[in-house]
């Protein structure tokens, strides 16, 4: 994955996340001949597993899989990669604003109030989500008005006891706020991921299982199969004419894939320029505000307590969002992972280092106790310093993109120039699945233009 730039190739990948390898192995199974250029310093791009002495591997962002994102699945299959059960198991935390905090379960509702109310809220959202077109989003049904809806406004509209877990819900898939997203984009994702429960439940859902050496060893695997087509710290400033520029050559290519993030696409210069509606959208796409908090113990000391690690902050002041149980699948360690986010993490980021640890560790002492204020290390990885993610999970289109420029920015070619990453996939869009099916829409549109016989690859 180093050495000398080819000054020619048939196809250029910008990218070496799961969306961009996944592209070029596409394209190299087909017998294509592909280079991947990174930017970054590793591959998987908003999948980080770094290693650490007593976690194993600390996945710094995404890293859950569930049985219904088979793309990942797959490749994990492929590849070899073991995975193990999130731990679900015991009792689940909520700290709501007047300080009381409530227990439940998996399957037992908590004893706060507002389920019913927000069942009701989910159910009328699954209605709205039913009808979206998956392929063209601005062709659902009253588009227009959905996108010109802030998720804010509409939760003005929904009984008061139900909006504390939606705004949460929002907070913690998109993380920007309910006023940063419309309400055609919300019921989107929804139909994307195949349902509310698949985004927001455990067993059987979207956070149903870990990887045993992290949720970037599959993207690893495929790198290390590309070999040296794979060139790491070569960052692209241009695309002219069929040559990528990059910091360390030009590469002469007849197709492009640029498969990085809205703020990454951006930094790039296009000649041609890029249509205006592509354009607009890349500049329309904001990347969600998140920093991911793992704190490690000597053992899951929650779990004898009959907790599960699991808690949810329905608080003003408290900065934590979600909390869940991160520990490895050895058992090595115990390991509490928590999201700042959103409003959140504005507050957060103006603290000083050490006001940062305290706020949090308070927050998680009166959730799990004394112990919890002790952790023997504490990594935070914030997404938004990310000089190449720039953001995270995924970017949110600004109410009104989708109708002003999402039937012809989203996704369609731009000359010569493809487009991939899991804010192009009508599946599982912005999550790792979903960017594995938007390479392998990519590669196959490339095989098309280069009048190449494609292998079994199937759209988005």
């Not at 209605?127 to 063209?136: E, I, M, N």
């Not at 009984?159 to 006023?179: N, Y």
Request: charged share 20%; with cysteine; aromatic share 8%.
């Amino acid at each position: 994955m180093s050495g000398a730039l080819p000054d020619r190739a048939s196809v250029v990948v910008v990218g070496a996340g799961y969306a961009g390898l996944t592209a070029a192995l596409a394209l190299r199974d087909a017998g294509v001949d592909v280079v991947v250029v990174e930017a970054a310093d590793r591959s998987g791009g908003r999948v980080w597993s770094a290693p650490h002495p007593r976690a194993h591997a600390v996945d710094h962002g995404g890293q859950w899989v569930g049985p219904t994102q088979t793309r990942l699945l797959a490749l994990a299959d492929r590849f070899g990669c073991a995975r193990f059960p999130t731990h679900d198991e015991g009792v689940h935390l909520e700290l709501w604003h007047d300080g009381t905090l409530h227990e439940g379960t998996s399957e037992r509702d908590s004893t706060a109030p507002g389920h019913a109310e927000y069942a009701a809220a989910v159910a009328g959202l699954e209605a709205l989500a039913a009808r979206v077109d998956l392929d063209d989003p601005a062709a659902t049904p009253a588009a227009e008005r959905l996108d010109a809806t802030t998720v804010a406004s509409w939760l003005d509209g929904v009984a008061e006891a139900a909006r504390p877990r939606l705004a949460l819900a929002v907070q913690g898939v998109w993380a920007v706020e309910p006023r940063d997203l419309s309400l055609l984009h919300l019921a989107f994702y929804v139909a994307s991921a195949g349902g509310w429960d698949q985004l927001m439940r455990t067993r059987g859902h979207a956070q149903d299982q870990r990887f045993v050496d992290g949720a970037q060893a599959p993207a690893l695997a495929m790198a290390a199969h590309l070999g040296d087509r794979v060139h790491l710290g070569t960052p692209v400033r241009a695309v002219r004419d069929g040559a990528v520029e990059t910091d360390r050559g030009v590469i002469r290519a007849e197709r492009v894939v640029v498969a990085t993030t809205p703020p990454a696409a951006r930094a790039i210069a296009f000649d041609p320029p890029l249509p205006a509606p592509r354009r607009r959208w890349l500049e329309r796409s904001v990347m969600g505000d998140v920093a991911k908090i793992h704190l490690v113990y000597d053992r899951p000391f929650w779990r004898a307590d009959g907790r599960s690690g699991q808690a949810s902050l329905y608080t003003a002041h408290d900065l934590p969002g979600v909390v869940f149980d991160n520990s490895p699948a050895d058992g090595a360690c115990g390991v509490l992972v928590t999201f700042v986010y959103g409003d959140r993490l504005r507050t957060w980021a103006a603290l000083a280092p050490e006001q940062q640890r305290a706020a949090l560790l308070e927050t998680l002492g009166r959730l799990f106790g004394v112990a919890a204020t002790r952790p023997t290390d504490l990594l935070v990885q914030d997404w938004v310093a990310d000089p190449w993610a720039g953001g995270a999970y995924a970017a949110v289109p600004a109410p009104g993109a989708w109708i002003e420029y999402g039937e012809r920015g989203w996704r369609a070619p731009s000359g010569t120039v493809h487009w991939a990453g899991s804010e192009t996939s009508s599946v599982w869009h912005g999550y790792i699945d979903g960017a594995i099916r938007s390479g392998e829409r990519a590669a196959a549109e490339v095989l098309a233009a280069l009048d190449h016989p494609a292998r079994g690859q199937e759209n988005s």
